[in-house]
């Protein structure tokens, strides 16, 4: 229920800002990693908003954090070709579903850390907007165990790595160098970032790794100490944070998240 009232208010707020109906809507993506029902949640979405029975809806799940970024690529690849496509992408995480009480380091950075939220876009071709150029994703299988769900007791509990900073750090850096190179770009061409705020640790691996200055990493933090880390939708809290200090048409923007797998997804975005 909390995941339906969270993911339809962001998608109406979405469509606000882009000037969409709901009529128009003609795909809905969802991904969310902090519970499983069959039916999917996009099935209540459709329901909720009165959609149409005939558009394309996805669920998709696994990806934890690092959802939102394959979410859109999915979404990207249902509009390419086709000018009449329009569609949404929802990540929704209840995180509070999975919030246990032990003598377990990670529950206890994961209760302190973790929050509920949902993010949408819409996905159409429309001048003068974001533009999805390039996306990367990597996984490092090696590195599962330390940042995963697993059951206990029938209940999700949260499984975190002191090393986890550095693997992900490391996996990020890789990504981005995906996204840069193969276009002739490089760190410095780059006017905005927006990574997943996984934690203050994490963020300063990231800065060292990459060697980004403090005031690119502005937005990012600010939604970590405004909102906590809502799982996959955080990085979208994040654009939304710098598209609304203003984007400047040519600017380059890139997206970058990461979570179980362990795994990351960047997009490389120019406004």
């Given at each position: 229920h909390w995941a339906v009232e969270l993911?339809?208010?962001a998608i109406k707020n979405a469509l606000v800002l882009a000037e969409i109906t709901t009529d128009e809507i003609t795909g809905l993506v969802v991904n969310t990693c902090t519970g499983y029902i069959c039916p999917g949640i996009s099935t209540y979405l459709l329901e909720k908003l009165g959609l149409s029975n005939n558009i394309r809806i996805h669920d998709l799940v696994g990806s934890g954090c690092g959802g939102a970024i394959p979410n859109?690529?999915?979404?990207?690849?249902?509009?390419q070709g086709n000018r009449d496509e329009?569609?949404?992408?929802v990540s929704v995480e209840i995180c509070t579903a999975t919030f246990q009480m032990a003598d377990d380091l990670s529950l206890i950075v994961s209760n302190a850390l973790f929050a509920d939220?949902?993010?949408a876009a819409v996905?159409?071709?429309?001048?003068?907007a974001l533009k999805l150029v390039a996306s990367a994703s990597r996984c490092n299988t090696r590195y599962r165990e330390d940042i995963r769900y697993i059951y206990r007791n029938g209940q999700l509990h949260n499984q975190l790595s002191l090393q986890l900073s550095e693997f992900a750090s490391k996996t990020v850096a890789t990504v981005v160098n995906d996204l840069l190179t193969p276009r002739g770009l490089k760190q410095e061409d780059i006017n905005h970032w927006a990574f997943?705020?996984?934690g203050e640790k994490v963020i300063n691996a990231i800065r060292d790794e990459l060697g980004i200055s403090e005031i690119k990493l502005q937005a990012t933090r600010d939604i970590l100490a405004g909102y906590g880390n809502m799982s996959s939708p955080t990085?979208?809290?994040v654009l939304r944070e710098i598209l609304s200090k203003g984007v400047a048409p040519g600017d380059w923007c890139v997206i970058v998240a990461f979570?179980?797998?362990?795994?990351?997804?960047?997009?490389?975005?120019k406004a």
């Open positions: 993911s339809s208010q859109l690529q999915v979404c990207r690849d249902m509009i329009v569609v949404v992408s939220g949902a993010s996905l159409w071709s429309c001048p003068g997943h705020p996984g990085v979208l809290f979570g179980a797998g362990l795994s990351a997804h960047g997009f490389l975005l």
